[in-house]
């Protein structure tokens, strides 16, 4: 079964690095686990502590990740902080045909080469608020992960992601993550709307 043919299809949450869209997809799978479910992406980047492989991520080498790109194996991938990313056509076939709502936390590229190839998917994007990359310097600060280094090239990239969230067509709603409580209840809606559900579906 091809990914365009399924009938439920993913929603893609979308954003800048420090935003918060890790955040609230975590408490969505976390709320929902009958409902959601996310798929786990291979990268080539060594394993923060606290994370665990085959859980957080497929930790793989930069070979074999070559080797995945050639056969055609992911839905989208993207080179990030000097790292390797990507997504596998696979994991998200299998978790659909589970009958869960496939949940993807994709950066920029990633989604434009999503809907090159036409996937059908529901496209958010969460915005810092008032489109501030201050707030996002300061949540990534916060976080206590990142080398200044790293921090400095996220910046240099969230501004091209906010340049591209501006583009008319691409994204299917923009939720500004001021308050998080108020961020997730609009994430929510956006999901159970779009599919016809009233209410939220009870498990
Ligand atoms: N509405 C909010 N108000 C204040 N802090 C927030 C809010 N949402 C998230 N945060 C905090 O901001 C930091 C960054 O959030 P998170 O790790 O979810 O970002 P992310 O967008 O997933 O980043 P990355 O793409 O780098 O993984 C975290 O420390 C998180 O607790």
Same mark, same amino acid.
């Given at each position: ?48 502590? @606290? ?78 608020? @008032?489109g ?30 906010l340049e591209f969230s501006k583009t008319v067509?691409v994204?299917?709603?923009v ?29």
């Amino acid at each position: 079964m091809s990914i365009a043919q399924t009938e439920t299809s993913p929603t893609i949450i979308s954003g800048p690095s420090g935003v918060g869209k890790g955040t609230l997809y975590k408490r969505l799978l976390t709320d929902h686990p009958g409902v959601f479910a996310t798929t786990i992406s291979h990268t080539t980047r060594a394993p923060r502590p @606290g994370e665990t492989r085959d859980v957080d991520y497929y930790f793989i080498e930069k070979s074999e990740f070559e080797g995945m790109i050639d056969s055609n194996a992911f839905v989208e991938h993207a080179q990030f902080g000097g790292n390797r990313y990507g997504t596998s056509k696979k994991t998200i076939e299998d978790l659909t045909a589970s009958g869960k709502i496939v949940v993807l936390d994709i950066e920029m590229e990633g989604v434009k080469q999503i809907k090159m190839a036409g996937m059908n998917a529901r496209y958010v994007f969460i915005a810092p608020p @008032g489109g501030s990359l201050e707030v996002l310097e300061s949540r990534l600060r916060g976080r206590g992960t990142e080398t200044e280094e790293s921090i400095s090239k996220r910046l240099k990239q969230a501004e091209k992601e906010l340049e591209f969230s501006k583009t008319v067509g691409v994204h299917d709603v923009v939720i500004y993550n001021d308050d998080l409580d108020t961020a997730y209840a609009e994430l929510k809606d956006f999901i159970f709307k779009e599919r016809g559900v009233q209410d939220q579906p009870v498990e």
